[in-house]
Each structure stands twice: as C-alpha cells, then as structure tokens.
C-alpha cells in the first residue's frame, strides 16, 4: 500500500549526494553578471567611439609619415640605415600631433598660462556651433528624421539674427536677446517647412532639406548683394553691414580670447535637449516615434504633429549656431559663407555622439580641437590641412562600422552570449 508513511513505519534515510557531484557556486551569478556587464561596456557605443577616434589617428600617422618629405628622403636608403627611417617617422608623426595638442588644447611655449591656454579657447570657440547644430541633427533623428538641412537653417538664422542686429538700437542686454530671438525663430521656421511638407504630403526629408539648403544659400546671396535687404550701404560687396554693439556676444573670459557667451548659451541647449528627450512627455513622444511609428500611432500619438514640433525644435537649435555665428564670430558683418560648413559638420558631430546630447556635445569638442589644431599643424610642419579633414572622415567611418572595430580589437558585441569552449573528448571516451 503506497501513500503516507504512518508512525510505525520508519521512514526511509536521506539519499547522500552522489560522489563527485559539484556543490552549487554561490558566486556563480555574481561572477556571470559581472561578465556581462564588461562585455557590454566593452563593446558598448562609448568604447567603440573612443577606439574610432584612435584608429582614425592612427592611420592619420601613417599619412602623415608617408608625405613626410624627410621620411620620404631616408626610406631611399632604409636597408643601409634602417633607424634613421624610423627616427624620421617619429620626429613626424609626433611633432604633428603635438602641434596639434598645442594649438587645440595648450600651448607650453606660450609665457604664461593666460597665453598658453588660448588654444583651448579657440576650441571651444570652434565647437560652439559643432555642438548646437549637431543637438539639432541628433534630435531629429531619434524621432527618425535625417535632418540635413542645417545649412540652409543656418544661413536663414544668421541672417535674421545680424539684420535685427543692424537695423535696431536696443538696450545691450534687450538687443543681443531679440537677435538671438530672431535667429533661433529663422531656423526653426525654415526646418519647420520641412516637419509641415513631412506631416502633410509625405515628402521625404532628405530631399526637402537638400532643395531648401539651394534656396536658402542663393536666397540670401541675392540678399546680400541688394541695397535695402542685407547689402551694406553704399557698398557693393556682398556683406550685411556691421551689428550694433549692443547685440555682439561679449567675450566671456576677456577681449584677448575670442569665446564668447555663445558657449554659455550652448551649455544651456544641450540641457535642455537632455531634459526634453529623457525627462519630458514631448520626449517620450519624439523616442516612441523614432523607435517605431506604426506602434507610436496606436498608442495614441500624434506621428505628424510630433514630426512637426521636432522639426521646429531641431531648427530652432541650429538657428542658436547661426546667431552665434553671426552676433560673434562675424559681427562686422555676414556673407555668403557665415555657415563654414557647420551644417554638414553636424551630420558627423551628431554620429560621432550618437545621438544623445552630452555625446554630442564631446563629438563637438573633439571636432573643435581638430579644427583649432589642423591650422597649427599646417603652419608648424607644413602638413597639408586636408590631412586634419581625413582625420575627421576616419572618426565617421570608423565610428559608422562598429563591426569593423570590434573585428580589429576582438571586441564582444553587446547582448551577445560569451561562446563556450568545447569540450576535448580523449580517444579513450570515444572508445568507449
């Protein structure tokens, strides 16, 4: 009879472990957890962006050694005297990066540290638009648009932003306000045909940025070159008379360096974008959106508007690049090239960053200093500045193929599981 043991039944011994059985590792989950987590800070986004920036300088040393006229000189004769070659590498290779380092960060032959440290000034200086007009291109596309037009957003708020600074005698603070006012209104206007044509028709905005950017540059050319719009009076060059004093961005560490509060501004963007996108209900619209549409719309969300307020937002940011250059970079007055490339520079900032707002605002940083410092390796050691655009092409690359650098460092993908080693199976098990 099966069932309960009663009282008079003894109840049967304990079974004993088996022989040779492993007792359970209490740390066992410990030690996996903590294996994940390198591997997915090793292969993470942060890691792979650190290593494009140094594969990029990498093989920017190797151009740089291959065009060196001495190294060129003493691989003539390598067999015979093989380390004057090597000697002629590095004296090339590190006098351009330390050029680099002295003209972008601190220059040590400078008398005193207020001259040493202007190199850092001029880096920053360069990356106070880099950084707002990438924050423009980085939020757009976490809600899924490629925002391309941030150069015709910034020429449409330089302009607004020096005519308001022209054609008006304000109070100091109250006039340098309204034109930065009217700079950020300018580009959030012109980005905000482009939300509106998304929303409305379908139009895809690739190509609606592209023909604005066409619009806006021979717009304000023609602007430019007309008395009573843009045209500095009784001039005929192509050039927006000066801005009133009242409405220059004054300098922020003193008139011997050239940055201005503009960066101050700059600082204050990028924390509001990482309000917005991480803290906000409008930002948890603009990522559900980005993440998938489809699933956006039957939650309840509004796709078009939020393509919309997107748009209008990711101009506005340009539009405080654009004010920037026009209140403090240009301030004796715009032309045609007041946007230096910024607009399309932002596409690289806003990868190299991806995506989020502080990554950005260091993608910013780092494509500053390469500017400041590609002007002092030019002058220093006669390197071509067209090495220092290699540089940059490089980070994009490296930086848009993480397979590529995890292949070259053996690095482990995120999420991914570590692979087990197989077993060796002696010919006496198998045998057997």
Same mark, same amino acid.
Do not use: C
């Given at each position: 009879?099966?069932?309960t043991?009663?009282?008079?039944?003894?109840?049967?011994?304990?079974?004993?472990?088996?022989?040779?059985?492993?007792?359970?590792?209490?740390?066992g989950?410990?030690?996996?957890?903590?294996?994940?987590?390198?591997?997915?800070?090793?292969?993470? +986004?942060?890691?792979? &962006?650190? !290593?494009?920036v140094? =594969? @990029?300088?990498? %093989? $920017?040393?190797?151009? #740089?050694?291959v065009?060196?006229p001495?190294?060129?000189?003493?691989?003539?004769?390598?067999?015979?005297?093989?380390?004057?070659?090597?000697?002629?590498?590095?004296?090339?290779?590190?006098?351009?990066?330390?050029?680099?380092f002295?003209?972008?960060?601190?220059?040590?032959?400078?008398?005193?540290?207020?001259?040493?440290i202007?190199?850092?000034?001029e880096?920053?200086?360069?990356?106070? +638009?880099?950084?707002? &007009?990438? !924050?423009?291109?980085? =939020? @757009?596309?976490? %809600? $899924?648009?490629?925002? #391309?037009?941030?150069?015709?957003?910034?020429?449409?708020?330089?302009?607004?932003?020096?005519?308001?600074?022209?054609?008006?005698?304000?109070?100091?603070?109250?006039?340098?306000?309204?034109?930065?006012?009217?700079?950020i209104v300018?580009?959030?206007?012109?980005a905000?045909?482009?939300?509106?044509?998304?929303?409305?028709?379908?139009?895809?905005?690739?190509?609606?940025?592209?023909?604005?950017?066409?619009?806006?540059?021979? !717009?304000?050319?023609?602007m430019?070159?007309?008395? $009573?719009?843009?045209?500095?009076?009784?001039?005929?060059n192509?050039?927006?008379?000066?801005?009133?004093?009242?409405?220059?961005?004054?300098?922020?560490?003193?008139?011997?360096?050239?940055?201005?509060?503009a960066?101050?501004?700059v600082?204050?963007?990028?924390?509001?974008?990482?309000?917005?996108?991480?803290?906000?209900s409008?930002?948890?619209?603009f990522?559900?959106?980005?993440?998938?549409?489809?699933?956006a719309?039957?939650?309840?969300?509004?796709?078009?508007?939020?393509?919309?307020?997107?748009?209008?937002?990711?101009?506005?940011?340009?539009?405080?690049?654009?004010?920037?250059?026009?209140?403090?970079?240009?301030?004796?007055?715009?032309?045609?090239?007041?946007?230096?490339?910024?607009?399309?520079?932002?596409?690289?900032?806003?990868?190299?960053?991806?995506?989020r707002?502080?990554?950005?605002?260091?993608?910013?940083?780092?494509?500053?200093?390469?500017?400041?410092?590609?002007?002092?390796?030019?002058?220093?050691?006669?390197?071509?500045?067209?090495?220092?655009?290699?540089?940059?092409?490089?980070?994009?690359?490296?930086?848009?193929?993480?397979?590529?650098?995890?292949?070259?460092?053996?690095?482990?993908?995120?999420?991914?599981?570590?692979?087990?080693?197989?077993?060796?199976v002696?010919?006496?098990?198998?045998?057997k």
């Amino acid at each position: 009879m099966t069932g309960t043991p009663t009282s008079g039944q003894p109840m049967a011994p304990a079974q004993p472990a088996q022989p040779g059985t492993p007792a359970p590792a209490s740390g066992g989950d410990d030690q996996s957890r903590w294996n994940q987590a390198v591997r997915e800070i090793m292969g993470g +986004p942060v890691v792979i &962006s650190i !290593l494009a920036v140094l =594969l @990029a300088l990498i %093989v $920017g040393a190797i151009l #740089i050694a291959v065009t060196d006229p001495d190294v060129q000189r003493a691989a003539g004769y390598f067999f015979a005297r093989p380390g004057d070659t090597f000697a002629a590498i590095w004296n090339s290779v590190s006098n351009a990066y330390v050029s680099m380092f002295q003209g972008a960060i601190y220059n040590f032959r400078r008398p005193s540290f207020a001259a040493g440290i202007r190199p850092l000034t001029e880096t920053l200086t360069f990356a106070t +638009p880099l950084i707002v &007009s990438g !924050l423009g291109v980085a =939020l @757009a596309f976490r %809600v $899924g648009l490629f925002n #391309i037009g941030g150069q015709g957003q910034l020429l449409i708020a330089a302009a607004a932003s020096a005519w308001v600074g022209f054609s008006f005698n304000l109070p100091p603070v109250v006039h340098l306000v309204l034109a930065v006012v009217a700079g950020i209104v300018g580009g959030a206007i012109w980005a905000g045909i482009v939300g509106l044509l998304k929303a409305r028709t379908g139009a895809h905005e690739v190509i609606v940025t592209i023909m604005l950017n066409y619009i806006a540059f021979y !717009l304000i050319s023609y602007m430019l070159r007309t008395q $009573g719009l843009l045209q500095a009076p009784g001039s005929n060059n192509p050039k927006a008379p000066a801005v009133h004093a009242n409405a220059v961005f004054p300098p922020l560490f003193g008139a011997q360096y050239n940055l201005t509060w503009a960066f101050v501004v700059v600082i204050g963007a990028t924390v509001f974008v990482w309000w917005l996108i991480n803290r906000s209900s409008l930002g948890f619209r603009f990522r559900a959106v980005g993440e998938n549409p489809n699933a956006a719309r039957v939650a309840g969300i509004d796709v078009k508007n939020v393509y919309v307020y997107a748009m209008l937002i990711a101009g506005g940011l340009v539009g405080i690049a654009g004010a920037s250059q026009a209140l403090g970079v240009f301030p004796q007055g715009i032309s045609s090239g007041v946007d230096a490339g910024i607009g399309f520079d932002a596409i690289t900032v806003a990868l190299l960053g991806r995506s989020r707002p502080w990554g950005v605002f260091i993608a910013g940083l780092l494509f500053g200093a390469l500017k400041a410092g590609g002007y002092t390796i030019q002058a220093a050691n006669d390197i071509p500045i067209d090495i220092v655009l290699i540089l940059q092409s490089l980070i994009v690359l490296f930086v848009a193929a993480p397979p590529l650098v995890r292949a070259i460092f053996r690095l482990p993908t995120p999420g991914s599981t570590p692979r087990r080693p197989r077993p060796i199976v002696t010919k006496e098990v198998e045998a057997k």
